[in-house]
């Protein structure tokens, strides 16, 4: 088979059929986005008794939900050192804990909703590009099990070959903990329990303006659409990477960066079973990292910041022949292995690199996942949907100071996109 610039999970995955319909004059709550985010919300919400309209541009699952690696990951983006300088120990022991929290979320709702989804705890093996990043691992973990009581196991490079078929790291660090999931299948399955817990999901259905508009004297919300318009009492925005014009204040927090990923032809077994003995969920430690994994049906799958700009044909093609070339770095056997699918995404950073959630200019939103969003955005819809509908849940994220741009230069177009890239290969070279 040659190389097919198309998304390989989605040739997997059964998604529900919408039917084309008009939207309702009226709901409760509209929420943008039909990823994770705004389907775990819209779930929760009609769970509640809320009518819930979900407005799709594209279809189910389309954003970085379905594209992604699949890696339900513990922990954020940011190291434990540098979220208590931050943030404190009490609140850094708070967003810890709901990130483990938050791959039960994920558990639970599969369970519950008997989503056929491949989801199995298969912990995750982040493995260390110089002898530097690898001393660091024993203090993480020593830190990590002290204030957060959370086992992390060191992986001397001696032992590594138990983990990985790669001789070219210093060592690792496994947590148990995580897991691994076939994300296409689960924001299919998501749909389906939000759409049967009575959401409506309206597919091409792009929203273009969302403003104060009061319905029958009560105060809400007016949504120009590109299918008309609708009113609601509350709006949750969950559109991450993607998000538009449409939603300027949160736009202007977000930056956008691409993120890509290969897979190889299926491998034989003896092959698949070297690369990865225990079939971890595996990434680096980089800034400009690879991450990487097996799939259910035994391939590679390999992915990267190969282009650092949000995913066009040109970025693509480009990223197929860069990753190939990470992937036989790392891994030497795979040099004759054909590369079927390569597909990109589009991934949501804060300035600073945390998760945010809570109310912009009277909206609902859940945001900023830096490419650790597989569990943390499931949470935060949930978590999100329950301080809508009266809660007070436990989510450490609400509240916290949500940086935009360092003297306020971005209108959601990122220009230094090229100088980040570079900047970030800079700090992987000295650091
Ligand atoms: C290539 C890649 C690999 C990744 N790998 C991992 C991984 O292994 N593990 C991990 O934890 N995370 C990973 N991530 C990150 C993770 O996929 C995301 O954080 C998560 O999917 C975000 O979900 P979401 O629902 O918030 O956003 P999305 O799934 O991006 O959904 C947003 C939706 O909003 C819609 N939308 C936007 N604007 C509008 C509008 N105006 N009107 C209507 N709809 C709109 C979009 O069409 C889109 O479908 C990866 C991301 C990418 C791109």
Redesign the pocket.
């Known amino acids: 088979m040659s190389l097919l610039e198309h998304n390989y999970w989605l040739t997997t995955a059964d998604f529900p059929k919408t039917e084309p319909r008009p939207l309702p004059n009226r709901v409760e709550v509209a929420v943008?986005?039909?990823?994770?985010?705004?389907?775990?919300a819209a779930r929760t919400l009609a769970k509640r008794g809320a009518k819930v309209a979900v407005?799709?541009?594209?279809?189910?699952?389309?954003?970085?939900?379905?594209?992604?690696?699949?890696?339900?990951?513990t922990g954020m983006k940011l190291g434990v050192n540098k979220l208590v300088s931050m943030y404190g120990r009490e609140l850094t022991q708070r967003m810890y804990a709901a990130s483990l929290a938050t791959i039960d979320c994920v558990e639970q709702i599969i369970r519950e909703e008997a989503i056929d989804c491949d989801f199995t705890r298969c912990g995750h093996l982040e493995v260390a590009c110089k002898q530097g990043h690898f001393d660091d691992y024993a203090r993480q973990a020593e830190v990590i099990a002290r204030e957060f009581h959370h086992q992390l196991r060191v992986v001397q490079k001696n032992e590594l070959s138990a983990e990985i078929g790669s001789s070219i790291y210093y060592g690792g660090m496994v947590d148990e903990v995580s897991a691994g999931a076939n994300?296409a299948r689960y924001?299919a399955g998501l749909a389906r329990a939000a759409a049967n817990a009575g959401a409506e999901i309206f597919e091409h259905?792009?929203?273009?303006r969302v403003g104060r508009g009061a319905h029958g004297g009560e105060p809400g919300w007016s949504i120009t659409?590109s299918r008309g318009t609708l009113w609601a009492r509350e709006v949750f925005v969950?559109?991450?990477?993607?998000?538009?014009a449409?939603?300027p204040a949160l736009q202007k927090k977000l930056i956008p960066i691409?993120?890509?990923?290969i897979t190889t032809e299926v491998l034989p077994e003896a092959l698949a079973h070297e690369l990865s003995p225990r079939n971890r969920?595996i990434y680096d430690s980089k800034n400009y990292l690879y991450?990487y994994?097996l799939t259910p049906d035994r391939r590679m799958l390999f992915?990267g910041r190969a282009a650092f700009f949000p995913?066009t044909d040109q970025t693509i093609r480009r990223s197929a022949e860069i990753l190939r070339r990470g992937m036989i770095d790392v891994y030497p056997q795979l040099r004759d292995a054909k590369i079927e699918y390569v597909?990109?995404?589009?991934?949501?950073f804060a300035f600073d690199i945390m998760p945010h959630a809570g109310q912009i200019g009277g909206m609902y939103y859940?945001?900023g996942?830096?490419?650790?969003?597989?569990?943390?955005?499931t949470y935060?819809?949930q978590k999100i949907a329950e301080l809508m509908s009266g809660d007070k849940p436990e989510n450490p994220f609400v509240g916290i100071p949500f940086p935009g741009a360092p003297l306020g230069l971005y209108n959601g177009k990122p220009w230094f996109l090229p100088f980040a890239g570079m900047w970030y290969k800079f700090l992987d070279w000295v650091s």
């Open positions: 943008i986005g039909a990823g994770f985010t705004g389907l775990s407005l799709e541009s594209e279809t189910i699952g389309w954003g970085a939900s379905s594209r992604n690696g699949g890696m339900v990951l994300p924001v259905t792009q929203v273009q659409t969950g559109t991450s990477g993607y998000t538009s449409a939603t691409g993120s890509f990923i969920m991450y994994r992915g995913e597909w990109g995404g589009t991934l949501d859940a945001v996942y830096a490419g650790h969003g597989v569990a943390m955005a935060q819809g």
